[in-house]
Structure formats: structure tokens, C-alpha cells
């Protein structure tokens, strides 16, 4: 959330921009490099999650106990995200991730002295699983952390402001008023009579603000599933309720790309495609590579989507991907969600798409059939 205050904003987004600024463009991880961190990042997760797990409870390190289990999962989302960087050169985004990082800790009461720490030993972690010259190379992003460790944590991540009838909403779902919330959205929809406006408005934005809230520990994961479940159950309602346009032909796959939780949105641009005439497939999350590419060859769709969200599951996107044109090079692939926007380039050239909004989608969906006619 952008605080008040324009000077101390703008002073932030000065030294934001002057990391970036710092970023060496001449950093280098070969494709060994990454393959050798791809193979062995399991042991070393494991080995960086044991040096934290084998603290003995002292006055410094209480904070670090009391968050373990919190810790121990960024830890592997960290490493997860280490591999988009390197394989994709992605050094401006992984220096958000890094700023949100420390974010999520500072809000837990974690200091720089932990954030230092942590990259320290994810380092000695390289050193104990790759040799040189490859670990050279792997360990030059977090070196570069290490030392700015300090200006890291004087950054926000600054984020859009809701606007007052989203908030309205989203107290709504943390109370769970689910029934009122539900009349709000019919108030909404009459108003702008557009499922478009809702989603832009009001679903979509919420969405966001209850990660950001939980990532800033303004609320608990049980608050956090209340309110999901609850949106959740108010745009089904919605869609499933009003009239559909004429039903299509062609039928839609949407599916998260394997290891992607996060499959609301997606599940929202199902229905919404849905609710344009389109026969949609919703498969969701969880699924894996293997069991992706054998329901297409069983029953190819007229076009798949893949939705992916963190930049941590773009290596699992361009396999899916890859595996997909081996076994069925006929098919035609979209691609959405906000991981695209730090890398566009990069899967622009493997996929038939990457629409940026719902209409978007929709409207790339009716020329494609428009030229197969």
C-alpha cells in the first residue's frame, strides 16, 4: 500500500531505482550453471532450511523460532525464484522479489541481521554442492544482495490503492458477510452492467490486496482463506446466474502451470470466458507436466491457457510448454497472468499468445477462430 506522504514516496522510488541501477548487465550463468543449481537446489534448500532449524533459542534469534514454519516456506519460494532469475536473466525482477522479501520479514519483526544471514547461507549452501567456476556465477546475485541488504530494507513495495467500493467489499468478505457482499455485487453490476468492470474493479483487486495484507501480516492465513473462499463463492454465484452469450464450437482449456497455487484467477477467467459462449475445461492447480500433456492428447482442446502468477514457475511454464509442442505441435497455447509482465520476451516466443486481460483473451480467442475458419 502507497503510505502518505509524496516526499518520503518519491525518496523510495529513488533508491529503488538506484539497485536496479546497480544491477551488473554483464552477469553470466551458463546453462550448466543452471542445471547444476537446478539439480541440486533440493539439497540445498534442504541444508539452508537445517541451519535455521538447528538455532538454539537465545534473545536474538527468538523472532526467527517464533516464524520458522513461515520461513522455511519463503526459503523454498526464494530458491524457486533464484532458478527464474538465473535461467532467464530476470535480475530487475528478482530484486522485487528480494524487496518483497524483506518486506514480508521486516512485518514479522525480522531485521536486516536475518535477511543477511539468510543469503550468507544460501551461499555457503552453493559452495557445498557446486564447484567452480559455476558457483562463481550462481553466487553473484546474492552477493550483490548481501551488500545492499540495508537499502533493501528501507523499501515498500508500492502497491495500487483500492478504491472505496473494493474496500467496502473486502471488509465485507474478513467479516464474512457474505450476504451483503453478494448484494453488493448485484448492486455493482447493475450499475455498470458490465462483468468486465467487475472484474477490473472490484474481483481481480482484491484478489491482490488480500496477498499483499497477508505477505505484510495484516491478517492470518485463516483470514486470508475466509476471504478467498468467500469471493470465491460470490463470483460463481454471479456468473452462474446470469445468461450466457450463444455457445461456441470451440472448446477452452485453463489450466495453472504445474506448481502454480494460485489458481483463482484463473478459475475467474473460466467462468468469464464462460459467460462470452465459450466451453471451458477449468483443470486448476496441482496438476503435473506429465498428466497436462496426457488430457490434451486425449482430448484436444481448440486452445489451451496456462496461467502463471510468480515468476518462481516460469522453468515450469517453458517445460510445459516445450512438452506440449513435442506431443501435440498442433495445438494452440495462451498464456496470461502476472508473471508474464517481467517476462514477456522470453515466452512470447514459445507460446500463440499472451493476452493481458480477460477481453483480451476473449477477443484473441474469436480472431483465432476466425482465421481457422
Not at 473494493?166 to 448485484?186: C, F, P, T
Not at 450499475?191 to 492470518?220: M, V
Not at 506429465?290 to 511454464?317: K, Q, W
Not at 508474464?340 to 480467442?365: N, Y
Amino acid at each position: 500500500m502507497i503510505k502518505e506522504g509524496k516526499p518520503e514516496v518519491a525518496k523510495m522510488s529513488a533508491i529503488h531505482q538506484e539497485l536496479k541501477d546497480e544491477i551488473q548487465e554483464s552477469w553470466q550463468v551458463s546453462e550448466a550453471a543452471v542445471q547444476l543449481f537446478k539439480e541440486s537446489m533440493p539439497n540445498i534448500l534442504a541444508l539452508v532450511n537445517e541451519k535455521f532449524r538447528l538455532e538454539k533459542p537465545n534473545s536474538d534469534n527468538h523472532v526467527i523460532l517464533q516464524n520458522l514454519d513461515f520461513l522455511l516456506d519463503a526459503h523454498r519460494h526464494f530458491g524457486k525464484t533464484l532458478l527464474a532469475a538465473y535461467q532467464f536473466r530476470l535480475w530487475h525482477s528478482l530484486i522485487d522479489e528480494a524487496i518483497c522479501y524483506a518486506q514480508s520479514v521486516r512485518s514479522r519483526g525480522l531485521d536486516e541481521r536475518y535477511f543477511s544471514r539468510m543469503l550468507k547461507t544460501w551461499i555457503i549452501a552453493l559452495h557445498s554442492y557446486i564447484r567452480p567456476p559455476e558457483v562463481n556465477e550462481l553466487t553473484q546475485p546474492l552477493a550483490w544482495f548481501s551488500s545492499n541488504v540495508q537499502g533493501l530494507f528501507q523499501l515498500d513495495i508500492q502497491e495500487e490503492i483500492l478504491s472505496h467500493k473494493a474496500s467496502e467489499l473486502l471488509n465485507l468478505l474478513l467479516k464474512n458477510e457474505r450476504d451483503n457482499a453478494g448484494e453488493m455485487i448485484s448492486s455493482f453490476s447493475q450499475e455498470k452492467n458490465s462483468n468486465e468492470a467487475l472484474i477490473n474493479e472490484l474481483f481481480l483487486p482484491i484478489l491482490w490486496e488480500i496477498g499483499r495484507l497477508w505477505r505484510d501480516n495484516q491478517i492470518s492465513v485463516a483470514d486470508e482463506h475466509l476471504a478467498v473462499a468467500n469471493l470465491r463463492s460470490i463470483y460463481q454465484v454471479y456468473f452462474r446466474s446470469r445468461p450466457s452469450e450463444k455457445r461456441r464450437n470451440q472448446e477452452i482449456t485453463v489450466c495453472c502451470v504445474p506448481g502454480e497455487e494460485h489458481e483463482v484467477s484463473a478459475e475467474l477467467l473460466s467462468l468469464y470466458l464462460e459467460s462470452r459462449g465459450w466451453p471451458v475445461n477449468f483443470i486448476g492447480h496441482s496438476t503435473p507436466e506429465d498428466e497436462i500433456i496426457r488430457m490434451m492428447e486425449r482430448n484436444t482442446p481448440f486452445v489451451l491457457i496456462l496461467s502463471v502468477i510468480l515468476i518462481s514457475h516460469l522453468p515450469a511454464l517453458v517445460s510445459v510448454v516445450q512438452g506440449l509442442r513435442e506431443h501435440i505441435p498442433s495445438l494452440k497455447i495462451l498464456a496470461g497472468g502476472s508473471a508474464l509482465r517481467q517476462a514477456k520476451e522470453i515466452v512470447r516466443e514459445i507460446v500463440d499468445g499472451m493476452p493481458d486481460s480477460f477481453e483480451e483473451c476473449h477477443d484473441m480467442l474469436s480472431d483465432m477462430v476466425n482465421a481457422h475458419a
